[in-house]
């Protein structure tokens, strides 16, 4: 039987309007049960200190628990690939960082593409480093401590996390923006490295700020600048690298949040949206700043503003990773 010509363009519409009302529903039902935030490194870290701070005001805005699980291994690597190949329902969200979503694709014969197996979330607070001394290192300025390293380059020793860690890769990055050299010394972490650059035994560290930042303060070390564009507010007095002599030096630790690619763009939003209001929360910033965290600008903790970071950072890092022959460990 032949439909006359209004009904049938009125069921047209309406069968052009189910994936519209299907995807207004689901994210109005979203979430129904926890989510889990997948941290892949060990409890009591960086990582896990801010997946714990973003989960529980998250959990406010989105009125369902978030867990926590910590799936450590081949400095990250194993964790995320388990987010990549979780169900894109938005119940399993990955927590990451430069590291992870940038350097281990440089590094590491992984099981997942980095752009290609993950939607971007929401880009998180930053961890800069710090150029870090010994305390009698002779040197009262950045300009000073590259000349005093060019002065001394068979004997000056800098302490790094290992192979593929942030210290490595900015100590190398540092070594070709100011034309020195010295020894890198591999530790099983910055803390380890720190200890030593306490006691005299290693020269400097780039770290990132939230390591070092009690030793600044009580006067154990020295710190001539932070690698951004910006001074922290935790540190106002410590320059930026521009203003201390070595510009565009900039290295940061950004964390962010990914789902499994295909996650539907309506969960997406719903979990960007929580983020944002969380790091609008001034009890979550203030507890970013006390981390040594930088609070992205709204407009960059949008789920374009991660992706396009990212791929900018791959374009950066990957070459001089790949020229420096860094290796997994």
């Not at 430069?98 to 440089?106: D, M, Q, Y």
């Not at 720190?194 to 020269?203: K, R, S, Y």
């Not at 991660?306 to 990957?318: H, P, R, S, T, V």
């Amino acid at each position: 039987m032949k439909l006359p010509r209004r009904k049938f363009l009125h069921l047209a519409a309406c069968a052009a309007a189910l994936p519209v009302v299907s995807r207004i529903a689901r994210a109005q039902s979203y979430p129904t049960r926890p989510i889990t935030f997948n941290v892949p490194f060990p409890a009591g870290g960086p990582t896990d200190a801010i997946a714990r701070v973003m989960g529980e005001r998250m959990r406010v805005a989105l009125g369902q628990p978030i867990l926590i699980e910590n799936v450590s291994g081949a400095a990250g690597s194993i964790g995320v690939g388990r987010v990549a190949h979780a169900p894109p329902d938005g119940y399993t969200v990955g927590v990451g960082h430069w590291s992870t979503h940038v350097v281990n694709g440089a590094i590491y014969d992984l099981s997942y593409d980095l752009l290609k197996d993950f939607a971007p979330v929401a880009l998180l607070p930053a961890n800069p480093q710090l150029i870090v001394s010994k305390k009698n290192v002779p040197a009262a300025n950045l300009k000073e401590l590259i000349a005093w390293l060019k002065a001394n380059e068979s004997k000056a020793a800098a302490g790094t996390a290992g192979a593929g860690s942030a210290s490595q890769i900015a100590e190398i990055y540092f070594q070709k923006i100011t034309g020195t050299r010295f020894t890198m010394v591999p530790y099983r972490g910055t803390g380890p490295a720190l200890n030593d650059l306490v006691a005299g035994q290693i020269d400097l560290i780039l770290d990132q700020a939230s390591n070092s930042m009690a030793q600044v303060r009580a006067g154990t070390i020295k710190a001539y600048a932070v690698t951004a564009k910006t001074r922290l507010p935790s540190l106002p007095s410590i320059p930026t690298v521009d203003e201390a002599g070595a510009p565009g030096l900039y290295i940061s630790v950004w964390y962010g949040l990914w789902v499994p690619k295909g996650t539907p763009k309506d969960i997406v939003a719903k979990l960007s949206d929580a983020a944002i209001i969380a790091m609008a929360d001034p009890a979550v910033r203030m507890r970013m700043t006390d981390f040594g965290l930088e609070v992205p600008p709204p407009e960059q903790q949008t789920p374009e503003a991660l992706g396009a970071l990212q791929k900018a950072e791959i374009e950066k890092w990957w070459p001089i990773i790949k020229a420096a022959n860094i290796k997994a460990e």
